[in-house]
């Protein structure tokens, strides 16, 4: 049972209107800022109990907030101080729309929503691991929509350096941890449905790679109206969600639309081992993205610190990718081909299509291999989103098993089967000399397995021209596909607007212009989920 809030206390230049939640160790109040005047949220901490302690995690969590505000998926902290009856209290971004919690029980999130808020959480997590910071307690219900829809993730109060030893159980969430778990004789700060099994043992040793479990745990809770080993029907308590998670006991998700790759992301990302997780948020983020390319969605940037995108960067350039610097602020996921000379204005790290990896035999736990290193194009700007490379990842197994003498039985048959293959085609080069087209091996259609992803990048858009409509209300934009084949289409946004790429099947569209404003439009052609350079338009054109 939830507690009552305590008496909102009187803060200079703030009006009080109503409570927001009640937590274990704080109340959040909504209150109204006189200058500048906006709604704001103040976490005030409780007086009763208060120790030394309690006051130096509080202290703590804001201090670490305040590092990462800059970000624009974290939520932004605009003061701290202490109350003239002593309580400390943070005045931070109040968020107007419902949790994730609140929203994915409640309402079924689509694919590309999941990837589009997966991707965008990837960036502030890997902001905060850049600052030393480790969340440990990611889940649905810390992550909140900001005025914009967007994603905002809260509740660093049990967050700590790096290098710092796990703290007792210290969140100040409005909202209660659902499940809690003990470790060593003490209340550990963790959410048991989201948290990875290294959180369990006497000794609890998270680090980069705990983050990474529980931010795929959230994205796969999201699909799944569910947590991932919550199974309907069976005792879900504490200690068989531990049971399940340290077994690896993933719930699937039964949904028609969900592709096999992101299932293969996210039970890489909530592996038993950790050893086998992706090694970073922002390789999780790429993964994520690559899943956008194949679906033929327009990629989602991962917001990262320019430090962060310069070392991904080397760390491709290390690898063999051509690696370019521009003085424009993201780095983008477009596909270009490996060989592409031409400057672009938008700056993009560019994924070449990769051979698909070989699908893993049944194990005894989730394991998803690594894809196949291949060069990349790599382009970075200052104000830094890392878009991912493409590589189709292994497709998982649905149910997890031992290696059985069957897979063996049916590995040889496979390899005895190629050899005939072998052989047929060397008689066949033999006999009857070069093949023709029409011997040629067919092209896998991307809506019956395999992978997606197509070796060439569309042409851009040519003939781009603008005409305003007859009442001046609007500007009708037009372009052609040069080189058009069957399942082309368009996408296109308001220059300013990236992040609102729509599709479309006709080479125009209608944009609404007040007077004297200035339009542009990007356009792109999407071609089996690769899109090609951006054509801009501008109406009046200078």
């Given at each position: ?118 991707i965008r959480l990837a960036g502030a997590v890997a902001t905060a691991h850049h600052s030393g910071i480790l969340h440990r307690d990611i889940k649905p219900a810390?992550?909140l929509t900001n005025d914009f829809g967007w994603p905002a993730l809260t509740d660093f109060g049990i967050a700590s350096a790096l290098e710092d030893d796990l ?376």
């Amino acid at each position: 049972m939830r507690r009552t809030t305590a008496e909102p206390p009187e803060l200079a230049g703030l009006s009080f209107e109503r409570p927001l939640g009640a937590g274990g160790f704080a109340d959040v109040f909504l209150y109204q800022q006189e200058l500048p005047r906006r709604r704001v949220a103040v976490k005030v901490l409780l007086t009763e109990g208060l120790t030394a302690a309690s006051r130096a995690a509080f202290v703590a969590e804001a201090n670490l907030m305040a590092q990462l505000s800059a970000h624009p998926y974290i939520v932004t902290i605009y003061h701290a101080d202490v109350s003239a009856d002593g309580r400390p209290y943070i005045v931070m971004e109040y968020c107007s729309g419902p949790s994730l919690a609140e929203r994915y029980k409640r309402e079924r999130f689509d694919v590309a929503d999941a990837l589009r808020t997966g991707i965008r959480l990837a960036g502030a997590v890997a902001t905060a691991h850049h600052s030393g910071i480790l969340h440990r307690d990611i889940k649905p219900a810390n992550v909140l929509t900001n005025d914009f829809g967007w994603p905002a993730l809260t509740d660093f109060g049990i967050a700590s350096a790096l290098e710092d030893d796990l703290p007792v159980h210290t969140t100040t969430s409005p909202r209660e941890v659902e499940q809690t778990a003990t470790t060593g004789g003490s209340q550990v700060g963790m959410s048991v449905p989201w948290s990875p099994p290294e959180m369990f043992g006497d000794d609890p040793d998270p680090d980069v790679r705990s983050d990474v479990f529980s931010l795929a745990a959230t994205i796969h809770t999201l699909l799944a109206g569910r947590t991932p080993f919550e199974i309907p029907g069976r005792s879900n308590g504490t200690l068989d969600l531990i049971g399940r998670i340290e077994r690896g006991m993933i719930t699937p998700i039964e949904r028609a639309d969900l592709p096999r790759s992101l299932v293969a992301v996210l039970q890489k990302g909530m592996a038993v081992d950790r050893a086998d997780r992706f090694a970073t948020a922002v390789e999780l983020g790429r993964a994520l993205q690559r899943v956008e390319l194949e679906l033929g969605y327009a990629p989602t940037n991962i917001e990262v610190p320019t430090p962060v995108a310069q070392q991904i960067t080397r760390d491709d350039a290390a690898q063999g990718e051509e690696t370019r610097v521009r003085q424009v602020a993201t780095i983008d996921a477009q596909a270009v081909a490996a060989a592409e000379t031409q400057v672009r204005r938008v700056a993009t790290v560019v994924p070449t299509a990769q051979p698909p990896a070989e699908a893993p035999a049944a194990l005894d736990r989730t394991v998803v291999r690594r894809p196949v290193a291949v060069p990349e194009a790599t382009v970075l700007r200052s104000r830094t989103n890392v878009e991912a490379e493409e590589a189709p990842l292994a497709e998982p197994e649905a149910v997890a098993a031992p290696r059985s003498r069957r897979g063996l039985v049916l590995g040889l048959v496979g390899g005895i089967g190629l050899l005939a293959a072998a052989a047929i085609v060397v008689t066949a080069v033999v006999l009857g000399g070069t093949a023709t087209q029409d011997d040629a091996a067919p092209t896998p259609d991307p809506t019956h397995g395999g992978s997606a992803i197509v070796d060439t990048v569309p042409p851009a858009p040519v003939d781009g021209a603008a005409t305003p409509t007859a009442d001046g209300t609007g500007v009708v934009f037009s372009f052609r596909n040069p080189e058009p084949q069957d399942g082309d289409a368009f996408r296109w946004n308001r220059s300013e607007d990236p992040d609102q790429s729509q599709p479309l099947a006709e080479g125009a569209v209608t944009v609404p212009r007040q007077d004297g404003e200035r339009v542009c439009v990007d356009v792109v052609v999407s071609r089996a989920g690769r899109l090609s350079d951006p054509l801009k338009i501008c109406y009046p054109d200078a």
